[in-house]
């Protein structure tokens, strides 16, 4: 890709990281409009992706040239579905719908909540980092990035997005099922659906800052655990063996995965980059970029592994269990599918400790 004259990728005006260009044929789920479609030879193609995933890469390849490492996270870190594939296949062998109900409309409505990523406050990081930040990532975040990312989980305007896609792929499986009422309710309640009040990590930072920094490492540690979520909903859905349609719905769980990936890219990007540079603080100080990003990515990463993990899983099997009372051998029932457990330790480290701000 052509750079601009200073030597870094040329910049993006927000209509091309929003640009979908055409499609043979359009996405259709759930009888709803979505966003993405089928090239001529049948290929799905994502949406916003001609010129945004273009732009990525040569942000990423910048990053190389000039000797900075791409942040990664171990995908030993994510910890497995629960309830697993096998056990999730037992429950609706044997009538017990509600839980894998609960879970897949779960998914969706956390995927519909993403669409919040665009309102995250962009500061002016040009007056906030110390070294340039012209035609990086971090420099397109609130003209396109954000947005792009919004619009992909929630759709826009009458075009579905990834809630959308996650409710046809449900619906094509268990062949339109009830849904449990209380789905929202127990989500916005005491379970792992709360909102936790954020606190300040490098108070000598600007807040605006901090939080966007805080978020994108938590989002980015979400969409890379979701790689799991996405693995266990294609199997899962595309078992002819409980699944009403597994060609349609394994299809419509691997566009979403399809879609998620360009989100990674740009998330680890524009951390890397904010990792590169020195961060200025209130009273005319710096602080290392390395060091903020690590330790946010750390905390992010030991409350997912740990906490918040353990949250969902009593929340899940508390659920699970008040289902199978309805069957004719509950007891039976559970014994049998505890015994399809996936153990699992967290690892004891994230990968990113050991700067001088982090903590346990």
């Known amino acids: 890709m052509a750079e601009a004259s200073s030597g870094f990728p040329r910049s993006y005006s927000q209509e091309e990281l929003l640009d979908s260009g055409s499609y043979e044929e359009p996405l259709i789920a759930g009888g709803v409009r979505c966003h993405g479609g089928f090239d001529p030879q049948g290929r799905y193609r994502s949406p916003r992706t001609i010129h945004r995933l273009p732009a990525v890469h040569a942000w990423q390849d910048r990053l190389s040239r000039d000797g900075h490492p791409l942040l990664a996270i171990d995908t030993a870190l994510m910890p497995p579905q629960f309830p697993n594939v096998e056990q999730a296949r037992l429950l609706l062998k044997e009538g017990v719908r509600d839980p894998v109900v609960r879970r897949l409309t779960i998914i969706s409505i956390v995927e519909g909540f993403g669409a919040i990523i665009r309102d995250v406050a962009v500061p002016d990081l040009a007056s906030q980092l110390v070294e340039p930040i012209e035609g990086t990532a971090l420099a397109h975040l609130g003209s396109g990035l954000f947005e792009a990312h919004a619009r992909d989980e929630a759709g826009y305007k009458d075009e579905g997005g990834h809630k959308q896609m996650w409710e046809a792929a449900r619906d094509m499986a268990l062949e339109k ?18 909102r936790r009040e954020r606190n300040r990590v490098f108070p000598e930072l600007d807040e605006d800052l901090e939080r966007m920094l805080a978020t994108m490492a938590q989002v980015l540690a979400v969409e ?52 590169a540079r020195s961060l200025r603080t209130a009273d005319g100080k710096t602080l290392s970029g390395r060091d903020v990003v690590r330790e946010l990515l750390h905390r992010t990463l030991r409350g997912l592994t740990h906490e918040r993990r353990e949250e969902q899983r009593r929340d899940i099997r508390e659920n699970l269990i008040e289902a199978m009372q309805a069957h004719a051998n509950p007891a039976g029932l559970l014994e049998r599918f505890d015994a399809l457990e996936t153990p699992w330790t967290p ?12 903590s346990g």
């Open 224 to 275: 890379v655990f979701a790689m799991g979520v996405f693995d266990w909903g294609e199997r899962l859905l595309s078992d002819p063996e409980v699944s009403a349609d597994p060609q349609g719905a394994g299809d419509m769980v691997s566009y979403i995965r399809a879609d998620e990936s360009p989100h990674v890219e740009y998330l680890r990007t524009a951390l890397s980059e904010a990792a």
């Open 177 to 194: 099922p009830r849904i449990p009422g209380d789905v929202l309710l127990r989500m916005m309640g005491q379970g792992p659906g709360r």
């Open 347 to 358: 690892p004891e480290r994230t990968g990113f400790e050991g700067d001088p701000a982090a």
